[in-house]
């Protein structure tokens, strides 16, 4: 039932309000536009110019999280001609090359309905059968749903370029998610194949640090055709920027406080300090005091962001620390209790006991906090901490660093000031 208290005016504002927010804020999609992208200009400027070299393409790796598919999206709208936008692929458990191929196909005819039909009446060395026609609404359909050889692909893709309308520019986000290696090798061999056959199409890979290790070892020669790009953690002044922009254009009134503990809660990582961005401005406009930020509507923001949390994130952290007694959740904090993603047993254990303190309790002795923290590292806690060496501990997944943050902000811990050149906290 529509609230009586709101009138059409009230609900007009909000949508003028919520699509200006929108435009500055994206937390939920990737950006595609070098306008609102922040802190990666230099990523941004090398890829484009090693995407001019002919039969190059690119591989973008950094932990999930870091804008792998903003920086993706943005350089492939950047550089395709105005008549043809990219087509975004997206790898999934269980997915193969063959698959992703035919996907590709389909995009390629969702572009233009005619091009399949075109392909049929051309012949371009894949057996007819493998094409299979529909009808629907009288609008002749082609689906590939097999190939027979590597050469037959490497036609498809020499085909859609010459008749797709645009330059053929194709994403393959998740590509850490195909983890067969013949697999990976296929995709390896089809670059090599479009590379040195001349063909005008660019693909541009997204996935972690191991993708870029998978190529590299599926083909002797795979180095050359690539262009890599590991995207570290935003920087300070990115983060800054992305919530002071937004404000600005708001007409948003937001001090230096706020801006800092945005900042430091979101990590490195630019979805955090959008969504937490996003619900503060959201608590400004409902609170209806002049669009000023609050002390008060942070921490109504925090919660709000929290709350807000994929599961894919928050159901490792609630496994992990979910047991008969919440003895691991001050130790996942004094993990993310640094700018430093790896840290000691000895350093995380002197910020555990700072946190007990700042929380109220008693600190666990130092056997029961070795025992704790060394079963978050496994199955049954979701693996969320690593070993990286003897003694050194991180999260396994960085972007629940974040979380954690989040977490603790919520509950009223400090920790300590996420940058390097942030003034340490005084015990």
């Known amino acids: 039932m529509m609230d009586p208290s709101k009138t059409e005016d009230y609900y007009k504002r909000q949508q003028d309000f919520g699509l200006l927010l929108a435009k500055y804020l994206s937390p939920a999609k990737a950006i595609s536009s070098l306008e609102f992208l922040r802190g990666r200009q230099e990523q941004f400027d090398s890829l484009r110019k090693a995407l001019f070299s002919p039969g190059r393409h690119a591989l973008i790796y950094g932990f999930r999280g870091v804008g792998k598919s903003s920086l993706a999206q943005t350089i492939a709208y950047h550089i395709s001609n105005s008549s043809s936008d990219p087509i975004l692929l997206s790898c999934e ?21 005619a091009f399949s039909e075109q392909t049929v009446e051309k012949n371009i060395g894949i057996k007819l059968p493998l094409l299979e026609a529909n009808k629907r609404d009288e609008t002749l359909s082609k689906k590939i749903n097999h190939f027979d050889s590597m050469n037959q692909v490497v036609r498809l893709i020499r085909h859609l370029c010459k008749n797709i309308n645009g330059d053929l520019i194709v994403i393959i986000d998740e590509f850490d998610q195909l983890t067969d290696k013949t697999e990976q090798q296929k995709f390896a061999n089809l670059i090599k194949q479009i590379s040195d056959q001349g063909i005008a199409a660019k693909f541009i890979f997204c ?66 300090a959008h ?8 608590q400004v406009f409902e609170a209806n005091n002049g669009l000023k930020v609050t002390g008060e509507l942070f921490e109504r923001a925090m919660i709000d962001a929290c709350d807000a949390m994929e599961m894919k994130f928050k159901g490792p952290y609630e496994k992990a620390t979910r047991k008969y007694t919440n ?55 979701a693996n969320i901490l690593v070993g990286s060496r003897q003694g050194w501990y991180e999260f396994n997944e960085k972007v629940l660093r974040g979380y954690a943050r989040l977490r603790s902000e919520r509950l009223g811990v400090e920790l300590e000031r996420d940058h390097p050149k942030g003034k340490r906290r005084v015990a």
């Open 207 to 272: 996935g972690i640090g191991e993708s870029v290790d998978a190529f590299m070892d599926a083909h002797a020669s795979s180095n050359r055709y690539f262009h890599n790009v590991h995207l570290e953690r935003l920087s300070y002044e990115a983060r800054r920027e992305i919530v002071e922009v937004a404000a600005e254009n708001l007409d948003i009134e937001i001090d230096d406080t706020t801006l800092w503990r945005i900042v430091r809660i979101s990590d490195g990582f630019p979805h955090y």
């Open 275 to 282: 969504l937490i961005a996003e619900k503060l401005f959201w």
């Open 93 to 113: 458990d269980g997915n193969n090359f063959e698959k992703i191929i035919c996907d590709l196909w389909e995009a390629a005819c969702d572009k233009d309905p």
């Open 327 to 381: 003895d691991y959740e001050p130790i996942l904090f004094a993990v993310a209790d640094d700018h430093e993603l790896q840290r000691t047993s000895s350093d995380i254990y002197c910020s555990y006991c700072r946190i007990m303190e700042d929380l109220g309790k008693t600190p666990l002795v130092r056997s029961k906090y070795n025992s704790r923290i060394n079963n978050l590292k496994k199955p049954e806690y």
